[in-house]
Nanobody, 124 residues
Framework: QLQLVESGGGLVQPGGSLRLSCAAS????????IGWFRQAPGKEREGVSC????????NYADSVKGRFTISRDNAKNTVYLQMNSLKPEDTAVYYC?????????????????WGQGTQVTVSS
């Protein structure tokens, strides 16, 4: 059964770090692009980062460049999002999803097989 399961969210102080995991089952993460998205209350879902099936292409939203890093462990069939220097505006539910591509535009409509999400709260 095809499934993506996010984990690793939590409450962290501004300036802190978290690492999110997106564990895949039913397919291999090295055959699809995987993207991370987030949705804050009252806001639309927005793209955060993606990694291509080859792993050779990564893209980031301008708001997270230099702070977030996407990576992949093929042996564990898992994609990670390392989030450093977290800000209150990073507070959201974070989702992962798969796509044929990893495009700079990070449009949610190009992705499917969404996970259930993991809550990230940045607050003092």
């Amino acid at each position: 059964q095809l499934q993506l399961v996010e984990s690793g969210g939590g409450l962290v102080q501004p300036g802190g770090s978290l690492r999110l995991s997106c564990a895949a089952s039913g397919f291999s993460v090295d055959t699809y692009g995987i993207g991370w998205f987030r949705q804050a209350p009252g806001k639309e879902r927005e793209g955060v980062s993606c990694i291509s099936s080859s792993g050779g292409i990564t893209n980031y939203a301008d708001s997270v460049k230099g702070r977030f890093t996407i990576s992949r462990d093929n042996a564990k069939n898992t994609v990670y999002l390392q989030m450093n220097s977290l800000k209150p505006e990073d507070t959201a539910v974070y989702y992962c999803a798969r796509s044929v591509w990893c495009l700079r535009t990070l449009v949610p409509g190009g992705y499917g097989s969404w996970g259930q999400g993991t809550q990230v709260t940045v607050s003092s």
